[in-house]
């Protein structure tokens, strides 16, 4: 409580001990009553300015093995296969090439037909965080009763198991790369400027952040026996290479020689864990030529992730992700109830990120807006109605919600204004010829985040039409005739009116 206490006063000027109106455990409805009661207190006074400064993040220290070139790459890999296939690993139709660069790509030996099984990966060839007391290493517990994590585990675990040449998993940990250039966990700042004004770079250097408090975080003797460089590679090649999986109704992190050789692309491959042959199946999802590549789907990621982990990004990317950016508002009711209900900045902008569907992401950037544009009385009233959910406000009148459609607008526009000017994208910067491949990814990151806030505002100008008098049946109506594939504008306005008209027909 103290700590709010402190906020307070650095962003009003006033000081408060809120320990009384706020007691431990405080429903979200609380939480709103309170904020009306420290308004009242704070009165008409303005808040401090404060400053907006991009994220950033320091540059991990350079991995502690230097590169190996496509040769040595070329021989691992060789290497790799018969003790894999000792384990049981199976490529029914893959080989594998590695290019001049070092680069491994994964093709199909022979035709392929569309639901023809391509490789298995039972279990025993994987890398599992709970299943490591056969290894050189043995068991990681790296942070002690403090905090549980899979892929920080076998990011100790790598650190530690590189180190043995008598390793059991030797011939897999040779093939892992010994530096990860691409990714942006080794960028310094000019590379960090690529990335300005957008969502992608305060993911990723929140990320960057959580691998340096974490690596203090370890027990005291792995803290002492592991670099920070150690760790750091660990993480990047985990997070590069690492899978969820459920096995038996246990959810695992994993590590799973051969499955991480294959690129993304979705629509290629699907792969599953089948707990009756107590492995990893892949299948083929369409016929294959001889000789043509295939690929693994990563999953539904946006370009900030997959920048993030694997250092590349998507051209008209689905998944993509964006910022919504929200002006500091005028009341002080509305600021203290979305620090308090959602803990976004007090006085200052708040940057929403949001993807392509009306998710918790959207639903509370929409609660946000209805927030900001209804009168506080309102905002009680439905309150106590019941319009207050998971902490999110729902509906709060047809009015009010077209003025929160247009306060979304507004958000977008502010989103699409803080990634305007990049030199690169202005035409004023490097030839694409003369762009390094990092720069390639990060205007890919760019465009896609524009791309969707221009979504969002299509969407808002859709959508506010449709809640003149409306009805639960008619925006029923409204959204069955929109497909269900659709992407865009379009999911999102048919995803929003499903939405309002469950709670105008509740």
């Keep these: 409580m ?66 190996v070139g496509a040769a040595a790459r070329e021989a691992a890999l060789r290497a790799m296969l018969p003790w894999a296939a000792v384990r049981g690993a199976r490529l029914d139709a893959l ?27 039972p279990r025993r060839a994987m890398i599992i965080d709970d299943g490591l007391a056969a290894s050189a290493t043995g068991s990681i517990d790296p942070f002690g009763p403090m905090i549980a994590s899979g892929p920080s585990t076998l990011a100790v675990w790598l650190a530690l198991e590189q180190r043995c040449a008598e390793s059991p998993w030797r ?15 080794y960028r310094d700042e000019v590379d960090q400027d ?33 670099s920070a460089a150690e760790y750091a590679w660990g993480c990047a090649v985990v997070a590069s290479r690492g899978y969820r999986l459920t096995i038996a109704g246990i959810d695992h992190y994993a590590l799973v020689p051969i499955s ?6 979705p629509g290629d491959t699907r792969w ?17 030529a001889a000789g043509e590549p295939v690929h693994a789907s990563y999953g539904a990621i946006g370009n900030a992730r997959l920048l993030l982990n694997y250092g590349f990004a998507l051209a008209d990317n689905p998944n993509d992700e964006a910022a919504l950016v929200f002006a500091p508002t005028p009341s002080v009711r509305a600021d203290l109830v979305a620090h308090l209900l959602w803990d976004l900045p007090l006085a200052a902008p708040a940057a929403l990120p949001v993807g392509t569907c009306i998710d918790a992401r959207f639903r509370r950037a929409l609660s946000l807006a209805r927030l900001r544009v209804a009168p506080f009385a309102d905002v009680l009233a439905a309150v106590g109605e019941g319009a207050l959910h998971r902490r999110e406000l729902t509906w709060l009148g047809a009015d009010n919600e077209r003025a929160a459609l247009a306060e979304l607008a507004t958000a977008a526009r502010a989103g699409l204004e803080r990634l305007a000017g990049h030199a690169s994208d202005a035409g004023t910067g490097l030839a694409e010829s003369a762009r390094t491949s990092w720069q390639r990814a990060c205007a890919l990151v760019r465009h896609g985040e524009r791309a969707l806030l221009a979504e969002i505002v299509a969407f808002t100008a859709a959508a506010a039409p449709l809640l003149v008098a409306p009805t639960a049946a008619a925006l029923t109506a409204a959204a069955a005739a929109i497909p269900d594939d659709a992407t865009g504008r379009d999911r999102l306005l048919r995803e929003y009116l499903h939405g309002v008209a469950d709670v105008l027909g509740a």
Aim: hydrophobic letters at 45%; aromatic letters at 4%.
């Design 272 to 288: 599953v864990f089948d707990d009756v042959e107590d492995a990893m199946v892949y299948t083929a999802l369409r016929p294959f």
């Design 95 to 121: 080989e594998l090439h590695v290019d001049a660069a070092g680069a491994c790509t994964t093709r199909a030996s022979r035709a392929i037909a569309s639901g023809e099984r391509v490789a298995t990966i």
């Design 260 to 265: 991480d050789l294959l690129d993304h692309r």
């Design 194 to 226: 690529e990335l300005i004004g957008t969502a992608a770079r305060t993911s990723i250097a929140a990320a960057g952040k959580q691998v340096t408090d974490l690596h203090g975080l370890l027990i005291a003797d792995l803290r002492d026996r592991i």
């Design 171 to 185: 011939p897999y940990l040779d093939v892992l790369p010994h530096a990860l250039p691409d990714l942006p966990c």
């Design 2 to 67: 103290a700590d709010l206490d402190q906020r307070i006063a650095a962003a009003y000027g006033v000081q408060l001990t809120v320990a009384g109106w706020l007691p431990p455990g405080a429903r979200p409805e609380r939480l709103i009553v309170v904020a009306d009661d420290i308004a009242q207190v704070i009165g008409d006074r303005p808040p401090r300015p404060t400053p907006v400064r991009e994220a950033t993040w320091s540059p991990s220290p350079p991995p502690p093995r230097p590169a």
